[in-house]
């Protein structure tokens, strides 16, 4: 069971984080030094790594889930419902990292490779809300892993 949760919690650390660093940190900073175009550019490299580790994430998040879920907790019928809440959270993760991967980053690399920064910069737009409302996502479902069965049976 340890290993299920160290790979969990790991996995959910380095995609949260991962946003946290982009979106709070990375961002500004490059708003501030680099001129439009050279920002689009260095975001379509960093969208190219971090998303690679995304998918990795997000395949370790779901087998560790499950087999903790099947193999420890004795299935869906015996977990508590911050287990639950935890699980649609993730879930609502997994779809918008799909629709931002397939539609808007798609579109932004198209949009870079046409050198048309301007619509490139709409698409790195949407990115950057979707992005936003996944790390709020991300850290609520952290806190419902971490702390849910404290305080979940409490409402």
């Known amino acids: 069971m340890g290993l299920w949760i160290a790979v969990h919690f790991l996995a959910a650390v380095f995609w949260v984080g991962g946003m946290y660093f982009a979106h709070q940190c990375l961002r500004p900073a490059a708003e501030l030094h680099l001129a ?4 689009l550019v260095l975001w379509r490299a960093v969208l190219r ?14 087998i ?14 015996k977990l508590g419902l911050h287990v639950h809440l935890m699980q649609a959270s993730g879930w609502l993760m997994i779809g918008l ?8 980053y798609r579109r932004l ?22 992005v936003g409302i996944n ?7 952290m806190l419902l892993g971490a702390t849910g069965r404290y305080w ?4």
């Open 135 to 141: 790390l709020i996502l991300g850290l609520v479902t």
């Open 152 to 155: 979940v049976y409490n409402f």
């Open 64 to 77: 560790s889930g499950y087999m903790m879920v099947f193999i420890y907790f004795g299935g869906f019928s």
């Open 97 to 104: 990292f799909l629709h931002v991967y397939f539609g808007p």
């Open 49 to 62: 790594r971090f998303f690679s580790r995304v998918w990795m994430a997000i395949a370790a998040l779901l």
């Open 36 to 39: 439009p175009p050279q920002r």
């Open 109 to 130: 690399k198209e949009r870079l490779n046409e050198e048309d920064f301007a619509a490139a910069g709409v698409q790195q737009a949407k990115i950057r809300k979707f």
